[in-house]
T-cell receptor, first 112, second 113 residues
């Protein structure tokens, strides 16, 4: 039972354009949502998070949007750069259980 | 500041062998977790700990044991390795849940033959 889902395994975007990565979840008890970026042969690195009481959080080129009624969140990267090419994981945590659950990841390729 | 250190980086085991994957962090983080990454499956939580002496099961705990005797260390034990445990294993630590991001180690690539 996958509680956090990333239905697009890959995404290809031209440099300078917007990248939109999507994530859906099923557990309405999740309190926080996080995005991680992973390069090959490295561990994931934390990008940005959002609390369930907010609908938007921005950090430089990265913005995360949360739609609680649809149980959906998205990560916007604008403008996209070749260095953004990586696998992006959506994750969610529930304070009561302290677990951090990840999605299956989306591979983003930014081409010149 | 080393962050999260995992050893070894690579390991090949024979079916039925046991081994311990080591994880140490120097950030005084209370929360530590073990994940495995498999193609198409993302990162799946094996075991986690919210402090020394406290551990709990994640999504895929079978075949693995953990203990947390100190804040710094969180070893993962494979009791009797199986080919299904071939994977990349990541250890992570955090100051807390919520908006705190976990810091991950660089991973251990394990092959069971």
């Amino acid at each position: 039972d996958q509680q956090v889902k990333q239905n697009s395994p890959s995404l290809s975007v031209q440099e300078g354009r917007i990248s939109i990565l999507n994530c859906d979840y099923t557990n309405s008890m999740f309190d926080y949502f996080l995005w991680y970026k992973k390069y090959p042969a490295e561990g994931p690195t934390f990008l940005i998070s959002i609390s369930s009481i907010k609908d938007k959080n921005e950090d430089g080129r990265f913005t995360v949007f949360l739609n609680k009624s649809a149980k959906h969140l998205s990560l916007h990267i604008v403008p996209s750069q070749p260095g953004d090419s990586a696998v992006y994981f959506c994750a969610a945590s529930e304070i009561v259980t302290d677990k951090l659950i990840f999605g299956t990841g989306t591979r983003l390729q930014v081409f010149p | 500041n080393a962050g999260v250190t995992q050893t070894p980086k690579f390991q090949v085991l024979k079916t039925g062998q046991s081994m311990t994957l080591q994880c140490a962090q120097d950030m005084n983080h209370e929360y530590m977790s073990w994940y495995r990454q498999d193609p198409g499956m993302g990162l799946r939580l094996i075991h986690y700990s919210v402090g020394a002496g406290i551990t709990d099961q994640g999504e895929v705990p079978n075949g693995y044991n953990v203990s947390r005797s100190t804040t710094e260390d969180f070893p993962l034990r494979l009791l009797s390795a199986a080919p299904s445990q071939t994977s990349v294993y990541f250890c992570a630590s955090s100051a807390g849940t919520g908006s705190y991001g976990y810091t991950f180690g660089s991973g251990t690539r394990l092959t069971v033959v």
